[in-house]
Structure formats: C-alpha cells, structure tokens
C-alpha cells in the first residue's frame, strides 16, 4: 500500500521539525556527553540571523556571485562532459588519446586545483569558475562514457539497415540512449560543484556563500557561520531537485514501473470464471485465458 502525496510532504515536514526540535533542545540544555552541543548556537538564534541576513544587500550579492559561479562552471561542464564522454566511447583513437591523461587528473579533488587556478588565470572569478567546471566534469563524464558503452548494439544496427549515417545514430541512439546515465552523473556532478565553489570561494574569493561563511568563521561568528551551511543546503537542494526534474522530463518516454515495498511486482489477478450448469467449458474458459494474458502482460511491462 503506497502512501498519498499529502501524507508523504507531512511525513517529510514532521521529520525536518523533529530534527529542528533535537537541535533546539540539545542546544538549549548545553548537553556536553561526548558531543559539544554548548558550543553550538540554537535554531532560534540561527533564525534571527538568518532574518537579518536577509534584510542586508550583501546576503543578496553573495548569493548572485555563487549562483553565477555554479551555474556557468556547471553548464560548461555538462557540455564538455557529454562531448568527450560519447567521443571517447565511440572512438579508439579518442580513448587512446585523451583516455590517459583524464584518468591521471580525474583522481586529483578538485579543491586541490586552487593554487593551479590563481597561477594560470588572470581573475579569482575565473578560478572559480575553473574549479567548478572541473569538479563536475569528471562525474559528468564517466557517466556518459558507461551510458553510451551500455547501449544495445541492435538499435545502431537497426539505423545503419534503413539507410541511416553517423549523425542519425548519434540523434536517435547514442544520445536518447544515454540520458538516464547523463543525467545521473549531472545529478553527481551538481553537488560536487557546491562543494568546491564554497571551497574555492573561502580561499580565493571575495563575494560569494563560501566567502561570508568563512569570514563569520574567522571573527566567531557561529549563528553566522550556520546560516551560510543552511544557505548552501537548501542552494544544492534546489539546484539538484531541478537537474532531476530536467532528466525526468526529458526521459518521460522510458517506461516506468510504479515502486511496491518488498521489491514485489503488482499484477492483477485474473477474475474467475462464474460457473455455469450447462458445463460450458468454451465460456467458462475464456475469462481464464484473459486473466493470464493480463497477468503475462504486465510482468512483460515491469520487466521493460
């Protein structure tokens, strides 16, 4: 038995307020048995800076610079992530080339790459964009690359028998194909740029979520501190919750099998014939046969 929207979005809110109050009442009593919570402002306390954050124009600023930064280091990211992740799937001498050194970096976080941005650009706002490209790219392209290698050779086959050249298995293959795993890695890739984009602004930036979380850091300035962490939570949250909902739109056509707890299949059951007392067993057997074409019919359809 699944449960409706309205009772799902309550249980959600029951349990953002039952963390909410855990946070009050620890910090509130100062409870210190292994984990300091004294030294951890309260919600309250949170909450009023978080209201006077919002009253000033640097809360806005810091949050256009971030936003900015996140969004043209992600875009570039998704774009040369899916270009080279389909390049170097399809072609040898792409995997040759450029196989080697992506593996060689692709290990290196991409927070390390700091010092390699402040030497090689001449801006701190291209830095970041910099390492915000580069934290994403990575998951962006190994998704792909497994995405494309996944793929059912029948269909490409299928396009090259009715005429069709490179460009139209690229179209209608290899790119439709691949979108459930690119948008897996873009989902990925998202979260990791919010991670490095806050790093990177900390230690190079001078606007920015990371910035402001790092200056109220440096002068003790804790229920500041949590309003940049709580900022940053829900900026990631709505950001990915967006990639999700892109992918799910544009991959509304795959076919999707409603979730049964026990990872049990949901099939109809056939309806029984009604008896007759004239033994007629072509009717009687007619509603049989149709009720074990449905049930064959929809584990065919979970199964797809």
């Not at 309250?44 to 949050?63: I, K, Q, Y």
Request: aromatic residues 8%; hydrophobic residues 45%; charged residues 15%.
């Amino acid at each position: 038995m699944t449960r409706r929207p309205l009772a799902r979005y309550a249980l959600r809110a029951a349990s953002l307020a039952a963390f909410l109050g855990l946070w009050q009442l620890l910090t509130s009593l100062n409870v210190d048995l292994w984990l300091r919570f004294s030294q951890f402002p309260t919600v309250t306390e949170v909450a009023r800076a978080f209201a006077g954050r919002l009253a000033g124009g640097d809360f806005w600023t810091d949050l256009t610079d971030s936003l900015t930064r996140i969004l043209t280091g992600f875009a570039l990211a998704a774009v040369l992530g899916v270009v080279t992740g389909v390049l170097v799937a399809r072609s040898r001498l792409a995997e040759d080339l450029l196989g080697p050194v992506l593996e060689v970096i692709r290990p290196i976080p991409a927070i390390a790459l700091v010092p390699v941005a402040i030497l090689l650009f001449p801006s701190n706002e291209q830095g970041i964009v910099f390492i915000t490209c580069t934290a994403a790219f990575f998951p962006v392209l190994v998704s792909t690359r497994h995405a494309v290698r996944a793929l059912t050779p029948v269909w490409e086959e299928a396009v090259r028998t009715m005429g069709g050249g490179r460009l139209r298995i690229l179209g209608s293959v290899v790119l439709p194909g691949a979108l459930p795993g690119i948008f897996g890695g873009l989902s990925v890739g998202i979260g990791v740029s919010w991670i490095c984009v806050i790093s990177a602004e900390m230690i190079s930036g001078q606007y920015g979520v990371g910035y402001r979380t790092w200056q109220d850091y440096t002068v003790v300035n804790y229920p500041g501190v949590f309003v940049g962490m709580v900022t940053i939570g829900v900026l990631g949250w709505v950001t990915s919750t967006a990639v999700e909902l892109l992918g799910r739109r544009l991959t509304r056509w795959l076919p999707r099998s409603s979730y049964v707890p026990g990872g049990r299949t949901r099939v109809p059951r056939p309806v029984a014939a009604p008896f007759r007392a004239d033994g007629d067993s072509k009717h009687q057997a007619q509603p049989e046969q149709q009720g074990q074409k449905d049930t064959e019919e929809a584990r065919n359809e979970h199964l797809v």
